[in-house]
């Protein structure tokens, strides 16, 4: 993966060394055609700088079951400053500020240059398996989660089943061969459009014979 025109052309990039712009490009085609587990990647064609990610909540956790969007943003200083992480999806969690900000060591001081993107995604997936309340940018969640998981947990779970599930499945359509519902008024519907079978030849009405006086009479006239 090179960098296109307009990858080159954004603030961050334009400031990031062309040796640097190559290898990020590289990580970034691995990330997408390897991911981590439960994690998928959409490189951003215009900013190689600004990378989307979704993450599968971990089983066992109250985000099992939804699909958090997140991104990370490398600014002019990557790879000697860390990137910056801010999930998109709403999400209820010690470590995760009003505006989607990710609080973690790894992007802080933790971070070094050779440790690389996969690593980052990693912790921040673990981070949803093990939050740290120490370092809470959600103060309410950590208390939550120091002196009542449970409600942390209904907590954590009411906000996944809002804003990290995806729309509801269609309504499955009924079964052939089930019979037609009645009309309003309780009535049998009108049958369907269609050749009408023909009645049994012994079903059919005998034409009424005429009556003999009448022919005698008709005789007579002649």
Not at 32 to 43: E, L, N, T, Y
Not at 164 to 184: C, L, M, Q, T, V
Not at 188 to 198: H, I, L, Q, S, T
Request: hydrophobic content about 35%; glycine content about 8%; some cysteine.
């Amino acid at each position: 993966m090179e960098p296109r025109g307009g990858a080159w052309q954004t603030p961050n990039a334009e400031n990031l060394p062309p040796q640097t712009l190559r290898l990020l490009c590289r990580e970034v085609s691995l990330l997408s055609a390897d991911p981590p587990d439960g994690i998928k990647v959409f490189p951003n064609d215009e900013d190689v700088t600004d990378l989307q990610v979704a993450i599968e909540g971990p089983e066992g956790t109250p985000y099992a079951g939804g699909l958090f969007r997140m991104k990370l943003v490398l600014g002019k200083d990557f790879p000697a400053a860390p990137p910056k992480g801010f999930f998109l999806t709403k999400i209820f969690h010690p470590n995760v500020g009003p505006s989607g900000e990710i609080c973690v060591n790894v992007l802080k001081r933790d971070w070094r240059a050779e440790l690389g993107l996969r690593h980052v995604l990693l912790t921040i997936k673990c981070l949803l398996i093990q939050p740290n309340p120490e370092s809470a940018l959600n103060e309410e969640a950590a208390r939550l989660l120091l002196e009542d998981f449970e409600r942390f947990a209904a907590r954590a779970r009411l906000l996944t089943d809002i804003h990290a599930r995806g729309p509801p499945p269609a309504a499955p359509s009924p079964p052939r061969g089930d019979p037609p519902a009645p009309g309003p008024s309780g009535a049998a519907p009108a049958p369907p459009d269609g050749p009408v079978p023909k009645k049994h030849a012994g079903d059919r009405k005998a034409p009424p014979k005429k009556k003999t006086g009448d022919k005698k009479r008709a005789l007579r006239r002649l």
